[in-house]
C-alpha cells in the first residue's frame, strides 16, 4: 500500500508541479499588498497626517468585501473552473493595485480604492487555487496544497524588504506600481503557461469533459455541509485565528518599530516570519499527508500563542523577538493550507468550490476584522498588549478545536481507487 501511495504521489508531481507552481505565484499576488500594509502605514501617515484606525481599516474593508463574494464566486468557480477566471482576475488586480500611487490624501478615495481592490481580489483568492490543486492531486495533496499556498508566506518573504527598498528608492507611489506591474506581471505568465485544473485536463487530453456539476465526485452535498460537525469546528478554528494572526501580521511592522527597532531591521524581521512560513507550509503538507491532520492541524494552530504571548513579555529581547517571529511563521502561514485540507477530507470534492467558498468567506471576514480590531485597540488604549493577550488565548482555543475532531470520512470513490492501484 505504501509503495503504492508513494508511486502515486510520484505520477502527480511529475504531470503537475507546474501547476503548483503557478497557483503558488498567483495566490502569492493576492496577500503582496496585505503583506505591504504596514510598510506603507508611516509615509502614508506623514503626508496625509491619517491615523492607524484609517490606514487599517482599508485592508479591512477588502478582505470583508471577499467574505460577502466568496460563497458565489466559489459555485462560479465549479462552474467555469480555475483557468477561465484566474486570468482576467490577476490583470484587475493588477491595474487596482497601480491605482493605488493616485492617492491624493482624502479618505473616501483610499476607502474606494480598496473597496475596488476587494471585489477584484475575490477572483484570485485561495478558493481558485486550492480548488485547481486539490482536484488534480490525491496522494500528495497536503504537500501540493502546501506549496500552493506558501505563496502567501513567499509574499511575506519578499514584500517587506523589496517594499521598504522600492518606497525608499522610488516613493510609496512607484512602490505601488512595482507591485501591480512587476508581480502580477510574472503571476499572469505563470497562470497562462500552466493552470488549469481536472476539468483543462480532459478538454485537453481529447477526453470528454466532466460535468462541471460535480456530481461525479465523492462528498457532501451544500446541504450536508451545513449541517457538519467537524466542518463547522475547522470554521470555528480557523476564523478565531485568522482574526489573531493576521490582526498581528498588518500590524507586526508597527509593533517592531515602536518597540525601538529601526525601520530597515524591522522589514527584515519581518521577512524573516515569510521565510519561516515557506517551510512550516511544506513541513505542515508532509505532515498532514502521513498523520492524523487534525492532530497536526491543532498543534500547528495552537502554538501560534506562543508568538502572541512573547511579543506580551519579552518584547526588550531580540532572541525572544526572532523565536516569535519564527513561530509566527512557521505556524501562522498554515491556516489556509489547514483549512482547505480539512474541508477536502470532510466535505470531498463534490461541491468543494461551494463550500470552501463558504469557508474562505468567514476567512476573509476574520481578516478583515482582525486588524480593524487591532488598530481600534491601538488608537483608543495607545498600545496593542490586549490584543496580544487575546491572541495567546485565542490560538490556543484555535487549535484545540482541530485536535478534537474525529477521523475524516473515506470516500467511497478513494476507497476503491486505493485498492485498483495496490492491485
Not at 500500500?1 to 507552481?21: F, H, N, R, Y
Not at 476564523?239 to 525601538?260: A, D, K, N, Q, R
Not at 489547514?338 to 474541508?343: E, K, S, V
Request: glycine content about 12%.
Amino acid at each position: 500500500m505504501d509503495k503504492a501511495i508513494g508511486s502515486g504521489q510520484a505520477e502527480e508531481w511529475k504531470s503537475g508541479w507546474t501547476l503548483v507552481l503557478a497557483a503558488s505565484v498567483g495566490f502569492s499576488f493576492f496577500s503582496v499588498l496585505l503583506a505591504a500594509t504596514g510598510l506603507f502605514m508611516e509615509p502614508l501617515s506623514r503626508e496625509f497626517g491619517w491615523n492607524r484606525s484609517l490606514l487599517s481599516a482599508g485592508p479591512a474593508i477588502a478582505t470583508l468585501i471577499t467574505a460577502v463574494l466568496s460563497p458565489f464566486y466559489g459555485a462560479l468557480i465549479d462552474r467555469a473552473g480555475s483557468r477561465r477566471l484566474a486570468l482576467p482576475g490577476i490583470v484587475a488586480v493588477m491595474a487596482a493595485t497601480c491605482a493605488f500611487a493616485t492617492a491624493n490624501g482624502s479618505p473616501v478615495q483610499w476607502i474606494v480604492l480598496w473597496v475596488v481592490l476587494g471585489v477584484l481580489l475575490t477572483t484570485i483568492k485561495s478558493t481558485i487555487w486550492t480548488l485547481a490543486v486539490a482536484s488534480m492531486f490525491t496522494k500528495g495533496r497536503g504537500l501540493a496544497l502546501g506549496f500552493t499556498v506558501s505563496g502567501t508566506a513567499l509574499a511575506q518573504a519578499i514584500v517587506p524588504p523589496l517594499g521598504n527598498f522600492l518606497i525608499e528608492d522610488v516613493g510609496w507611489r512607484g512602490a505601488f506600481v512595482w507591485f501591480g506591474l512587476g508581480w502580477g506581471g510574472l503571476s499572469l505568465l505563470l497562470c497562462f503557461l500552466f493552470l488549469y485544473d481536472a476539468h483543462d485536463r480532459n478538454v485537453r487530453s481529447g477526453r470528454a469533459p466532466e460535468s462541471r456539476s460535480g456530481a461525479h465526485l465523492p462528498g457532501l452535498t451544500r446541504q450536508e455541509a451545513l449541517r457538519s460537525r467537524p466542518l463547522w469546528q475547522v470554521a470555528v478554528s480557523t476564523f478565531v485565528v485568522m482574526f489573531l494572526t493576521i490582526g498581528l501580521s498588518i500590524h507586526l511592522f508597527p509593533i517592531l518599530t515602536e518597540s525601538g527597532v529601526s525601520r530597515s531591521n524591522a522589514a527584515w524581521l519581518t521577512s524573516l516570519t515569510g521565510v519561516a512560513g515557506i517551510i512550516g507550509k511544506l513541513a505542515t503538507g508532509a505532515l498532514l499527508d502521513r498523520f492524523r491532520p487534525n492532530w497536526i492541524g491543532g498543534l500547528t494552530m495552537g502554538v501560534t500563542a506562543v508568538t502572541f504571548f512573547l511579543l506580551t513579555v519579552a518584547m526588550s529581547s531580540t532572541p525572544a523577538i526572532v523565536i516569535a517571529l519564527l513561530v509566527n511563521g512557521y505556524a501562522a502561514g498554515t491556516k489556509m493550507q489547514i483549512c482547505a485540507y480539512l474541508t477536502a477530507g470532510y466535505a470531498g470534492m463534490r461541491h468543494f468550490g461551494a463550500i470552501y467558498g463558504m469557508m474562505s468567506a468567514l476567512v476573509a471576514l476574520a481578516s478583515g476584522l482582525g486588524p480593524l480590531a487591532a488598530g481600534a485597540i491601538y488608537d483608543r488604549l495607545g498600545g496593542y498588549e490586549p490584543f496580544l493577550w487575546a491572541g495567546t488565548v485565542g490560538c490556543l482555543i484555535g487549535g484545540t478545536l482541530l485536535v478534537f475532531l474525529p477521523p475524516y470520512p473515506r470516500w467511497d470513490a478513494e476507497e476503491a481507487q486505493e485498492k485498483e492501484q495496490a492491485a
